[in-house]
């Protein structure tokens, strides 16, 4: 499925992928269950008599998943399918690559939108100049970027003098910071025991609303694994 979709005017999406069941020389009744299947999954039950030039990029996203579609295929290679797309639109588009997954295909999909990837992907590569920087499934390379500490940000109830100290004199905290109610650490000990910072705070009877474990998402990964060069 390439970047940017192709169309031919004049034909209306039933007509547009009877054309492509036809290259692939599909017919009969495994022609017309094919159809109805692709149709179905890529919701464009309502828009099989409308023309595709009148199409938005949305849809016609769609239609080109839904032609890609055809031949069942078990692995899909996809160049950034949601370039030039809303928000509702990435979001609807996330969710078809999902249920595309859940049916068992293989699906390898090339993106700069990288916030799109995380929750999608199972596996991750990272390319610059042609070479392969890093490769993983996303804690992987999370892991190997934050070596042996990784970072907490715990919300305070409150602004609390003492705060800091209590947490870094506990063994394993590496530095801390306070942002008005924001306490974040670094911990680089056994993440089993990293309750003792918890336990502090309370054994000072300093309350705090929440505890968040900070991990990299693929937008800092891949600005700290890459340099900005270009071949």
């Known amino acids: 499925m390439p970047d940017y979709v192709g169309v031919y005017p004049g034909l209306t999406v039933a007509e547009y992928l009877e054309f492509f ?3 692939y020389r ?3 009744k495994r022609r ?3 159809l109805s299947d692709v149709i179905d999954l890529t919701d464009l039950g309502n828009m099989i008599e409308t023309e595709v030039q009148v199409l938005s990029k949305g849809m016609r996203q769609r239609l080109c998943l839904a032609q890609t579609l055809i031949h069942d295929p ?3 290679i996809l160049d950034e399918p949601a370039s030039g797309l809303d928000p509702r639109a990435r979001i609807e588009f996330r969710a078809l690559l999902k249920e595309l997954r859940r049916m068992g295909k293989t699906v390898f999909l090339s993106s700069h939108i990288l916030t799109e990837l995380s929750e999608i992907c199972d596996s991750v590569g990272i390319i610059e100049k042609g070479e392969l920087v890093a490769h993983g499934n996303v804690k992987e390379i999370q892991a190997g970027l934050r070596g042996k500490s990784v970072s907490y940000e715990v919300m305070l109830h409150s602004a609390r003098d003492g705060a800091v100290e209590t947490v870094l ?4 905290v590496d530095s801390v910071t306070l942002d008005d109610r924001c306490l974040r650490f670094r911990w680089q000990g056994d993440e089993s025991e990293v309750f003792q910072v918890f336990g502090a705070l309370c054994e000072r009877k300093i309350a705090f609303t929440s505890v968040k474990r900070q991990e990299e998402d693929l937008e800092s990964m891949f600005m700290k694994l ?4 270009v071949s």
């Open 26 to 28: 599909i017919s009969g």
């Open 21 to 23: 069941a036809g290259a």
């Open 32 to 34: 017309k269950a094919l």
């Open 226 to 229: 890459t340099r900005g060069e």
């Open 74 to 76: 078990d692995l899909l």
């Open 169 to 172: 004199a506990v063994p394993g």
